[in-house]
Nanobody, 123 residues
Framework: QVQLVESGGGLVQPGGSLRLSCTHS????????MGWYRQAPGKQRELVAV???????DYVDSVKGRFTISGDNAKNAVYLQMNSLIPEDTAVYYC?????????????????WGQGTQVTVSS
């Protein structure tokens, strides 16, 4: 079974930064790579960043230039450095498998999710 644990969220002011961490097991051999997803209240889950074992990345337009996804294969960990945060970034952030090299590829099924980590950007 896939195990996913996210951490690093919190309350920050606009313009601030956070670094999210994710430890995962059982994902690497089942998916193209790893992704960070977010879900704001009343909105659908959104894939915002993708990385594969070779370090190739892709981002949704709204976070390009502000977020950086990276992975540590040896530690089974994925990170999301979030800079220049804006209120629209407020959401619960999750990590999970990614099914293609871009954020436009949607996984058919992602039955397992971690607890997520809350990011709130507010003054």
């Amino acid at each position: 079974q896939v195990q996913l644990v996210e951490s690093g969220g919190g309350l920050v002011q606009p313009g601030g930064s956070l670094r999210l961490s994710c430890t995962h097991s059982g994902v690497r051999f089942s998916f193209y790579g790893m992704g960070w997803y977010r879900q704001a209240p009343g909105k659908q889950r959104e894939l915002v960043a993708v990385v594969n074992s070779g370090g190739n990345t892709d981002y949704v337009d709204s976070v390009k230039g502000r977020f950086t996804i990276s992975g540590d294969n040896a530690k089974n960990a994925v990170y999301l450095q979030m800079n220049s945060l804006i209120p629209e970034d407020t959401a619960v952030y999750y990590c999970n498998g990614a099914c293609g090299p871009t954020i436009h590829t949607t996984c058919v099924s992602l039955p397992n999710w971690g607890q997520g980590t809350q990011v709130t950007v507010s003054s």
